[in-house]
C-alpha cells in the first residue's frame, strides 16, 4: 500500500517533522518533542537497554496519542509547500531514541561542568 501523501498545508502543530534545518528545528511539534524528551532523559539514563526502547516506545504513543504524526519529506527539502509522509513506528522509535542519546551527552557535560565549579 503506498504512503498517504500530506501537503504542507496539512501539517499540524502536533506533527514531528524529521530532517535537518530551521523547518523542523522551529516547527511546534518538534519543540513539544524535544520537550518530552527532555523530561524523560533523567529515566533514560539510568534505565537498562531493554527499558530504554520501552521509553522510545512510550514517547511515541504520548506523540500518537496527542494526534501527533512523524513525518519526512518526500522531495528533499520541503519548506515550500512539498509533500510528506508518516514514517512508521520503528522510524519514529529510532528518532526517538537517537534523541535521547543526543540529549543526555549534551546534558552530562553541563551538569559535570557545573559540579566542577562548586
Known sequence: MPALIIYHSQIT??????GRGGLTNHHE??????????SHQGEY??????DKADIAR????????QGGRFLKSVQGKAAGGGHWVEIGDK????????????GLDVRHSRFTKTNDKE
Do not use: M, P, W, Y
Open 45 to 50: 539514563r539510568t534505565a537498562r537497554k531493554h
Open 13 to 18: 502543530e502536533r506533527d514531528v517533522l524529521c
Open 91 to 102: 522510524k519514529a522509535r529510532e528518532k526517538t531514541s537517537q534523541a535521547l542519546r543526543e
Open 58 to 65: 512510550r514517547i511515541v504513543a504520548l506523540i500518537r496519542d
Open 29 to 38: 511539534g518538534n519543540r513539544r518533542f524535544r520537550s518530552v524528551v527532555a
